[in-house]
């Protein structure tokens, strides 16, 4: 199956700071990468399309301006969660379909555990 | 109406027990619909996805897709203590803009 890496794997910084998490397609070229949040026992929360060349899509809560999204490749990117809180702790997955068109599997990152003391 | 529905469990089977995971979704215009399983602390990995009304099957995973009723399931047969994860059910939705949308997830735990 396709890969998708993400980095780092976990971080703990400290509040008010600003942490990066990269996410990329290894063997495919992804126009289109989503965005997720998982609280502790909770679902995957969709935060936010990031897309390629253009403005990432935020859904309805989701401040822009905190969860800054760069897109900078067919192969890359980025979440930049900004003056991190500890209630921003949680366990961030970025996916991307390999393919186009509406029926198509997302392949997951290995997910990136952000702790916030 | 959650856009995607499961009952979150747990579900306890025997060891090679048929394990039945249920879902619903809302959006009567969706297509594609996935099944992930996530191990504890681990990202989702696809099972299976399904398109078309009825059932699919691969290996001891059956799909069945009724879109009249808005339902998709997996069934799970010899089900095996490894089996044991939280499923996700997956529906690719146009509404809003092409997006994926999954339910809470089903945690499963099967017993040897």
């Known amino acids: 199956g396709a890969v998708v890496s993400q980095h780092p794997s976990w971080v703990i910084c400290k509040s008010g700071t600003s942490v990066k998490i990269e996410c990329r397609s290894l063997?495919?070229?992804?126009?289109?990468m989503f965005w997720y949040r998982q609280f502790p026992k909770q679902s995957l929360m969709l935060m936010a399309t990031s897309n390629e060349g253009s403005k990432a899509t935020y859904e309805q809560g989701v401040e822009k301006d905190k969860f800054l999204i760069n897109h900078a490749s067919l192969t890359l990117s980025t979440l930049t969660v900004t003056s991190a809180h500890p209630e921003d702790s949680s366990f961030y997955i970025c996916?991307?379909?390999?393919?186009?068109?509406?029926?198509?599997?997302?392949?997951f990152g290995p997910g990136t555990r952000l702790t916030v003391l | 109406q959650k856009e995607v529905e499961q009952n979150s469990g747990p579900l306890s089977v025997p060891e090679g027990a048929i394990a039945s995971l249920n879902c619903t979704y809302s959006d009567r215009g969706s297509q594609s619909f996935f099944w992930y399983r996530q191990y504890s602390g681990k990202s989702p990995e696809l099972i299976m996805f399904i398109y078309s009304n009825g059932d699919k099957e691969d290996g001891r995973f059956t799909a069945q897709l009724n879109k009249a009723s808005q339902y998709v399931s997996l069934l799970i047969r010899d089900s095996q203590p490894s089996d044991s994860a939280t499923y996700l059910c997956?529906?690719?939705?146009?509404?809003?803009?092409?997006?994926?949308?999954f339910g809470a997830g089903t945690r499963l735990f099967v017993k040897a």
């Open positions: 997956a529906v690719n939705m146009l509404s809003g803009g092409f997006k994926t949308i």
């Open positions: 063997d495919f070229q992804a126009t289109t």
């Open positions: 996916s991307a379909p390999r393919t186009s068109g509406f029926n198509n599997e997302q392949f």
